[in-house]
């Protein structure tokens, strides 16, 4: 049965803390606080400005582009203390299996440096060192067993992180929002997740990092969140290195009607519920809704991975098309 529920979940498929790595110049430092555009001024020159401005959405709501950043940016620090607990609560435990599912599909090798951008409170990170970690023992322990009488000295050795050739795999977090960031290197120390892992506050848009950095770029339920997404794209092109890869993991389309009318009634009507009940937060909690469906779905995302110059550029659903994970190369 569980094994069943499992896989209804995952099917559907179609179609050490210290500084990060090649930070960029003193664009944004590690715990700087993020800068908003506003838009409304007292100036003349700035409501001429602001009346021209581009709109863009808040959820339901039109808003000036200048401060969506902003709103987004005071939703997740009223939500920060509650994320994790809140995650669990309105996916019942599934959001668990998605994050898993992207880690299968990554598949990082041990070496591999990975960013995580919009990674909140350090989720994808923890799989993706728990992931790595597990790969290396797995490999030692086969090393181990294919040593014929092997002596102490050789089993030891065989466990033993490799000194030379040895490149340890890393994971920066990088996340516009403090609170979470703040929230995720509490839970990295409870973990004791004590090296492998850097916490920078950036935008998306903007990212604090040098060119052809990564080998490995994820975003996770954070895209839908930007103002630009196509800036975001461009960033994260820059940013990995030629081979790296792109994967986003988001809220997507469910294209059968019946599911779909089941999952608009329960997030409509549960989740803000849920917000105020558990987090005292009834409109940051009707954002993350109606953000969700204003987010493109599955096809239209997948060629705006491609105009941002991704080669390879696939996507596979699970849970019918709630979320997707689309991924695309840096070639
Ligand atoms: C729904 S949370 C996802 C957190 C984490 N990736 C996870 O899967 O649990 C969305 C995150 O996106 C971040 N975010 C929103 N806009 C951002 C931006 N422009 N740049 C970087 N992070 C941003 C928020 O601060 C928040 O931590």
């Known amino acids: 049965m569980a ?14 803390p210290g500084p990060a790595v090649g930070l960029r110049g003193a664009r944004l430092p590690v715990w700087n606080l993020p800068r908003f555009r506003h838009s409304a001024s007292s100036s003349q020159g700035h409501d001429a400005a602001a009346s021209e401005e581009k709109s863009t959405h808040f959820g339901f709501e ?12 005071k939703v997740f620090e009223s939500v920060a203390q509650k994320y994790d607990v809140m995650n669990d609560a309105m ?25 995580d951008v919009a990674g909140g409170t350090g989720d994808i990170s923890f ?3 728990d992931y ?17 009488t092997p002596s102490w000295k050789e089993i030891a050795d065989s466990y033993a992180p490799r000194a030379k050739g040895h490149r340890e795999s890393r994971a920066v977090v990088c996340d516009i929002n403090k ?20 916490w920078v506050v ?24 930007v103002t630009h997404i196509d800036k975001v794209l461009e960033e994260a092109h820059r940013v990995l290195k030629p081979g790296g890869r792109f994967l986003c993991l988001e809220f997507s389309r469910v294209s059968n009607p019946l599911l779909s009318r089941i999952y608009d009634a329960y997030s409509f009507q549960l989740i803000p519920v849920l917000g105020e009940v558990i987090a005292g937060d009834w409109k940051s909690y009707q954002y993350l809704v109606e953000s969700i469906r204003r987010f493109p779905d599955q096809e239209t995302f997948q060629s705006m991975i491609e105009e941002a ?3 390879r550029v696939r996507y596979h659903n699970l849970t019918a098309g709630v979320v997707a994970i689309h991924s695309g190369f840096k070639l």
């Open 127 to 129: 799989r993706f060192l």
């Open 91 to 115: 996916s019942m435990g599934i959001h668990r299996l998605w994050k898993d599912a992207l880690l299968h599909t990554m598949n990082p090798l041990p070496g591999t440096r990975l960013l």
């Open 309 to 311: 110059g991704f080669f």
């Open 132 to 148: 790595v970690h597990s790969q290396e023992a797995r490999r030692w322990r086969r090393e181990a067993r294919a040593l014929q």
């Open 202 to 225: 950036g935008d998306a848009e903007e990212l604090p990092f040098d060119d052809d950095q990564f080998d490995v770029y994820t975003i996770a339920f954070g895209i839908r969140n």
């Open 62 to 73: 039109t808003v000036p582009e200048g401060q969506k950043a902003e709103r987004v940016y």
């Open 3 to 16: 094994a069943a529920v499992r896989l209804f979940v995952l099917r559907t498929v179609r179609g050490s």
């Open 179 to 198: 609170e979470m960031l703040k929230v995720g290197r509490q839970r990295a120390k409870d973990l004791r997740y004590t090296t492998g892992l850097s």
